[in-house]
């Protein structure tokens, strides 16, 4: 294996498994969709990130997406509990409205923008190994590689932290807060996490597909998994497994990475549900 | 420790001119009421009558438009660890990946634990609860794997483990086997003596007589509360039901049984012109 495609693998299967952490949270909490509003959210965040700042720097980038998730989370909440829509709708309107807004700015500043919409829809795992970084001859590499590293360390302490407060939340919200557990603290800390990894799976794999990598592992884990630290685990390897089974896949179609890494993912929980469905007719 | 006694027998929970609504659309008119402590008390009305609405405003899981409530005279906020709600059991998913222990567990979540590891003594109380309910031998079990029946039984024992003085339960009954009543009825009971106060809301009129020791007759407005012989009468019963013969019918049928004191005259006549109508 070339140190290209090391690298790339590495890439896919540290925001596979960051995905994959934060992922399973939303599937047990009846939010897929929610990462999706979120991925599509984070643009606008991203792009005014880029026209301060002017160059392809990841820490502004990373502020910007989050400031405009938590953004998303904020309107959504304020649709749905002030003006009193209902859920599907709020999410619905707010991220579609600050998806556009970030589509109006990339076009209306295409010149100083270096970011264009076709990476924007579908992202670009391939360049990956072009953009070094060098830390004073300690440590040369790929910049995404340090970049979804340290995400990846920050998405599991936060997990690991957050553990009991995620279990309690996702299986009875309404317990929760009749326990004096503020809620909605802990749902927007998710939800900023969330738009973290997003972000980055968004240079990678573009925002179409990232709620492809947070909730497709997460999904097949649930139905092979009774235990909720198994199904985390199981689903951090999925993730990690479509990234390198989609390499090759790619390499193999001479076709798109990112495409490939979701496709294999796809039919990880496809064979899955075939399995369950055999099973159960047998039993 | 008689006159903390004797507190806790006070009012423990009283609703203040409360109105909430849901989706513009008002569930709740105006309900005040002050509940004493040390007993069952039963919230009951027709569907749709705001029952559940009632114990959400209660544990502030609402807004209400108007009004507001006290627990042990005070705000919910300051007397949490002595209150324990248990919503309706269908409002969880139960192919949630948990053990029932983990789920017990749960009622010995406080914000200020959420990041350690429970205690030995919370341990201590999640296998006393679990035994009470008779849950021990399936605390490994994923709760996907329970019957309807031991799903309620689990959802109690979460609110045992929270050692509360005042339970407050949205419809325990429902969907359950005889033997998991019997066994909720008895912990209940259990509660009661231990000088604990237990609300429930019910919708069943057929046992509420039975059960409850007390009762708070809703639909949307208050119609009644108190001892349940003072709530429990013909008038009342038809003003929270309505035209719904056929529930009055069985009612007047069910009140002759259980040998409740006809205070007034006439009352078989006007029971038989129930039935008349009904059919």
Redesign the interface.
Same mark, same amino acid.
């Given at each position: 294996m070339s140190i290209e495609a090391f690298y790339i693998i590495l890439t896919g299967a540290l925001v596979a498994a960051s995905s994959a952490l934060l992922g399973s949270f939303l599937v =047990?909490r009846?939010m897929a969709m929610l990462g999706d509003a979120i991925s599509h959210a984070v643009l606008p965040g991203i792009v005014i990130a880029f026209l301060i700042s002017g160059h392809r720097e990841s820490l502004s980038l990373l502020i910007g997406a989050a400031a405009s998730g938590l953004l998303a989370t904020f309107l959504i909440e304020l649709l749905h509990r002030k003006a %009193?829509l209902q859920e599907d709708a709020s999410i619905g309107i707010s991220f579609t409205w600050l998806f556009a807004i970030g589509v109006l700015l990339i076009s209306a500043y295409t010149g100083q923008v270096d970011l264009d919409q076709e990476c924007v829809l579908y992202g670009e795992i391939a360049y990956v190994p072009l953009d070094q970084i060098s830390f004073g001859g300690l440590w040369t590499g790929p910049r995404p590689v340090l970049i979804s590293a340290t995400l990846f360390v920050l998405t599991l302490a936060y997990i690991i !932290?957050?553990f009991? *407060?995620l279990? =309690?939340l996702? @299986?009875?919200e309404?317990?929760?807060?009749?326990? *004096? !557990? %503020?809620t909605q603290v802990w749902h927007f800390s998710f939800m900023a996490m969330v738009s973290l990894v997003t972000v980055l799976a968004f240079e990678i794999v573009g925002a179409i597909l990232i709620v492809a990598l947070l909730v497709v592992p997460a999904a097949t884990a @649930?139905l092979w998994?009774?235990?909720?630290v198994?199904?985390l685990i199981l689903a951090v390897a999925l993730g990690i497994a479509a990234s390198a089974g989609g390499y090759y896949l790619a390499l193999g179609l001479n076709g798109s990475i990112a495409g490939a890494m979701v496709s294999v993912a796809g039919i990880f929980l496809a064979i899955t549900v075939l399995l369950k469905v055999l099973v159960r007719k047998k039993a | 420790m008689k006159s903390e006694n004797q507190l806790d027998k006070d009012t423990v929970l009283e609703v203040h001119n409360l109105s909430a609504s849901y989706n513009r659309k008002p569930v709740l008119w105006d309900i005040d009421f002050r509940l004493k402590g040390g007993q069952l008390i039963g919230i009951v009305g027709p569907n749709g009558s705001g029952k559940t609405t009632l114990l959400r405003n209660i544990m502030g899981l609402m807004e209400a438009d108007s009004g507001y409530v006290r627990l042990f005279g005070q705000d919910l906020n300051k007397v949490r660890q002595r209150v324990s709600y248990v919503p309706q059991r269908e409002s969880v998913d139960w192919n949630f990946p948990v053990s029932v222990r983990e789920v017990v567990e749960m009622g010995r979540y406080r914000p200020s634990n959420l990041m350690r590891r429970l205690q030995s003594s919370d341990q201590d109380l999640v296998d006393l609860a679990l035994e009470k309910v008779g849950m021990l031998e399936y605390a490994t079990r994923q709760i996907s794997q329970l019957s309807g029946g031991q799903q309620q039984r689990v959802f109690l024992a979460r609110s045992l483990a929270q050692n509360a003085d005042l339970y407050l339960m949205d419809e325990p009954f429902v969907g359950v086997d005889a033997a998991t009543e019997d066994a909720i009825l008895r912990v209940l009971s259990e509660l009661r003596d231990a000088g604990k106060t237990v609300v429930i809301v019910h919708h069943d009129l057929q046992t509420a007589y039975q059960y409850f020791d007390a009762m708070v007759l809703l639909n949307t407005r208050l119609v009644a509360y108190g001892a349940k012989d003072d709530v429990f009468t013909r008038e009342n019963l038809q003003e929270a039901y309505g035209g719904r013969l056929t529930v009055l019918s069985k009612l007047s049928e069910l009140i002759a049984r259980s040998e409740f004191p006809v205070r007034e005259k006439g009352f078989k006549e006007k029971s038989g012109e129930g039935d008349a109508a009904g059919k």
């Open positions: =047990l009846r %009193r !932290i957050s009991k *407060g279990k =309690l996702s @299986f009875n309404d317990h929760a807060k009749s326990l *004096g !557990i %503020r @649930f998994t009774r235990s909720l198994p199904m | -």
